[in-house]
């Protein structure tokens, strides 16, 4: 980190070390470079890139945490932008590409080498957020006719064009149908003259379709420990691999999504400080605006009632408390089932089972919170703290009761909601917990005052 603070001083007007800026960049890992550049202007980042030898500028553009990668891109004389794509890994080409915009690609492409303009020919067309937008076309694929020694020099003479190199794919030479993949632990410790295809376990390999979604990619390597997965096509031909790196920051970015709908707007994209302040608004202001016409329904019940509370203001004591505690539970539900869809520990099918858990369980956490209610009603008017009026111990079972109903109510409503967002096909994180809450709140008050009607009538109401 010393490097990191050293170059900093210097962006900055402190004392400037022996070498240029590009080259002190280069001499540090990447990840520290692409954290120091996401810090700085975009110009000084361009300058700095546009500085550095071929070389060490691609080993940072070809890291996905610069996320101003494709403005560089654009920043930089063409033919320069062209060298460095060029020399980049497709996937992350295609990434780029994918954030610029159609004037800057169609000056771009022209000049770009026919290799690259063929990955990203074939990359571009896949739909974001599956198998086949996430993989990298520069994989090695061997026939099964040959020897391990023979493997061995063929990837010496391509590794340098090749992202990486976590397993050979041995396909049929007539067919070009993948038929083995043998890690590269495997054929290191072979016989040089053994058939490549003694080598690999004799299993079929784990492969995806390129419409396979990057989650269900996750879950495979997650379950096969995999560092890499091959990607075929209808034919079982190996058009692709999805990496281990790539498949975490695609899942990285979609944590990052759910979390931002959980909370209640749309997904940024983007770091926070890069975002503009009219983006910042239009993001955040669609989801306000509809909790806040939600919510209007809310007053419109208080409206309803509005006899009752004039004649029980005490009731209105205890409105907060009973909101928040169905808010609460319908969150907790629909944060554990969100999470349970997500890793498909449940599928649409069992949404009888869980509510059918969810019931019980609302229950006994409503008595549990309804007990807690009255006895601190009853230790209030007791103690002398408050007096609720002549009636306190009905108004204590008026509040024990409803807090039953609601958060038994809350826990079956936010459990559900995750289903009905997946069957209308909409992403179950979009039940998000301010929606849940403002669900919960509207419905938690006319079951407070229905109850308090039938046990306060004649009394209070």
């Not at 495979?220 to 091959?230: C, E, Q, S, T």
């Not at 997500?342 to 969810?358: F, G, I, N, P, S």
Request: net charge negative; with cysteine; proline share 4%.
């Amino acid at each position: 980190m010393n490097d990191l603070h050293f170059v900093r001083d210097a962006v900055h007007g402190g004392p400037v070390p022996a070498l240029t800026l590009p080259e002190q960049l280069a001499t540090m890992q990447a990840a520290d470079a692409v954290e120091l550049l996401s810090e700085l202007e975009l110009a000084d980042s361009i300058d700095i890139i546009a500085g550095m030898s071929r070389d060490h500028a691609v080993l940072i553009l070809d890291q996905p945490e610069l996320h101003s990668a494709a403005a560089i891109i654009k920043a930089l004389p063409i033919a320069a932008a062209q060298e460095l794509l060029d020399a980049m890994s497709a996937d992350r080409v295609t990434d780029i590409f994918q954030d610029l915009d159609p004037e800057t690609r169609g000056r771009i492409i022209p000049g770009l080498a026919n290799e690259t303009k063929l990955a990203l020919s074939k990359l571009l067309r896949y739909p974001p957020h599956t198998a086949g937008s996430l993989m990298t076309t520069e994989f090695v694929s061997v026939p099964a006719d040959w020897s391990v020694a023979r493997t061995l020099q063929h990837i010496r003479d391509v590794e340098r064009s090749r992202e990486t190199v976590y397993a050979i794919y041995v396909i049929d030479l007539a067919t070009k149908i993948l038929l083995r993949a043998v890690t590269l632990r495997r054929l290191i410790t072979a016989d040089p003259e053994a058939s490549i295809m003694c080598v690999g376990r004799d299993v079929a390999p784990v492969t995806v379709a390129p419409s396979t979604d990057q989650e269900d990619v996750a879950r495979l390597f997650r379950k096969h420990d995999l560092l890499a997965v091959p990607v075929v096509n209808d034919g079982n031909q190996i058009i692709g691999i999805v990496t281990v790196d790539d498949v975490i920051d695609a899942m990285t970015q979609e944590m990052t999504e759910d979390t931002l709908k959980f909370g209640g707007m749309e997904a940024l994209h983007k770091p926070y400080m890069q975002i503009g302040f009219l983006h910042m608004l239009r993001k955040r202001a669609g989801w306000l605006g509809i909790l806040f016409l939600s919510e209007m329904l809310t007053a419109s019940a208080m409206q309803h009632f509005e006899g009752e509370l004039e004649k029980a203001v005490v009731l209105t004591l205890f409105i907060p408390l009973i909101m928040s505690s169905g808010g609460n539970s319908g969150s907790q539900a629909t944060s554990l089932l969100i999470r349970a869809l997500a890793l498909q520990e449940l599928r649409l099918k069992d949404w009888w089972r869980v509510a059918m858990r969810e019931i019980p369980t609302g229950l006994v956490l409503g008595s549990f919170l309804g007990l807690i209610g009255v006895i601190r009603i009853t230790a209030w008017q007791m103690l002398g703290l408050y007096d609720y009026g002549e009636h306190w111990a009905l108004v204590a079972a008026t509040v024990g009761t409803a807090l039953i109903g609601i958060v038994t109510f809350g826990s079956l409503a936010g459990s559900m909601l995750p289903f009905i967002l997946q069957k209308t096909g909409f992403d179950p994180a979009s039940a998000s917990a301010p929606f849940v809450a403002t669900l919960v709140d509207v419905t938690g008050l006319v079951i407070y005052f229905s109850i308090a009607l039938v046990i306060l009538s004649g009394t209070l109401l």
